[in-house]
């Protein structure tokens, strides 16, 4: 028995730009903490990584300064629809929802579409990957989850940032023009993304990754993002304890950015795989690769602005056989909101910082 076991636990706030204000800053950064250590207190408690990461998720839905649950961007219409996935990397299961309104938590909904592919199907149908809109709602309070009125899901950071590009793009529709001085720069509308994610690392080795988003602001109802699809905003899997074909033994990563070219790139499966192909790529090189090919989609797509984040946790394997934790942290935007703690330094640490 391991009687000193190692967990992990890394969580963030999204791809973007975290530097609105210094309230709004340190708003971020704790809600960051927060998050892990409601984590940190599953993982010792010898809970599943699948837990922790749930847990840390959870917390940042509620925190109504980030995109995610509470605090959710709102649609062309003024409403909240959440996308969230998770994924075991012990067994590659995997669940998510999309277009969800009404769940308090929507994380805790793609746990339950993840859960139910381990009920036997009297008629032996297919479990579901995705659920999405009314159906998902239905099938979460059927599950017991916390349900609430929508309007409830509303933040008022949120409904006032709504108000305000909801009526530049009515002006701009109707040719009325509007001083960019009323929109710096740093508030721009692709800044206001942060969609929020999590990583962990269980005392038994174990793996997870999880994501959660309120997606972009002023989207169309109905619109899916990477937080809900297969391999784009979260990946996670590990190879058998004796599979020494790769020098790595297990990958867990969140995303976060522009969805529709995340999901083009299916940015979170290609560095997973990229990594565990055994061909002794540096993770360095493979995260540098694979941002670089999303900015060649995204300028061929005739954008030249590609946000995306990227934070990944590796099982790093040496000549000796011994298996090492490695954090790392990538991204293309002004800067990324990210915090870690673990049982060798239970003290979370965070941090805003800019390219």
């Excluded at 701009?172 to 001083?179: E, L, R, S």
């Excluded at 995340?262 to 690769?289: F, P, Q």
Aim: contains cysteine.
């Amino acid at each position: 028995m391991n009687t000193n076991p190692f967990y992990v636990v890394a969580v963030h706030g999204g791809a973007g730009s975290h530097s609105r204000s210094k309230t709004y800053t340190m708003e971020v950064k704790h809600a960051l903490i927060s998050a892990c250590e409601s984590a940190l207190a599953r993982l010792v408690q010898n809970r599943t990584a699948l837990d922790a990461t749930e847990s840390a998720i959870t917390v940042l839905e509620d925190d109504p300064s980030l995109n995610a649950g509470y605090g959710s961007n709102l649609t062309l219409e003024g409403t909240v629809e959440c996308d969230a996935a998770l994924m075991d990397g012990a067994t590659g299961n995997y669940g998510s929802v999309g277009a969800i309104s009404g769940v308090k938590n929507p994380i805790c909904a793609a746990r339950t579409v993840l859960r139910h592919a381990f009920i036997s199907d009297p008629l032996g149908r297919i479990p579901p990957l995705l659920m999405v809109s009314r159906g998902a709602e239905t099938f979460a309070q059927n599950q017991g989850l916390p349900c609430v009125s929508p309007e409830l899901m509303i933040s008022p950071r949120a409904q006032a940032d709504w108000e305000r590009w909801k009526t530049r793009l009515d002006s701009v529709c109707a040719g009325i023009d509007v001083p960019e001085d009323n929109f710096p720069r740093s508030s721009g509308l692709r800044d206001i993304q942060d969609t929020v994610g999590a990583i962990a690392w269980d005392p038994d080795g174990g793996l997870a990754a999880g994501v959660s988003s309120g997606g972009l602001l002023l989207k169309h109802s109905g619109r899916i993002g990477e937080a809900a699809t297969f391999g784009a905003g979260c990946w996670a899997h590990q190879l058998a304890s004796n599979d020494v074909s790769c020098s790595f033994g297990g990958v867990a990563c969140s995303v976060s950015g522009t969805g529709e070219y995340i999901m083009r790139c299916v940015l979170a499966k290609t560095i997973g795989e990229k990594l565990l192909s055994g061909r002794g790529e540096d993770t360095h090189d493979v995260l540098h690769e694979v941002l670089e090919n999303f900015h060649v989609v995204c300028r061929s797509l005739g954008d030249n602005e590609a946000h995306a984040g990227v934070l990944l946790l590796v099982k790093e394997r040496d000549e000796a056989g011994t298996v090492n934790a490695r954090l790392w942290c990538a991204f293309t935007t002004e800067n990324m909101a990210v915090g870690y703690a673990s049982s060798l330094n239970p003290q979370p640490k965070v941090s805003c910082d800019h390219t």
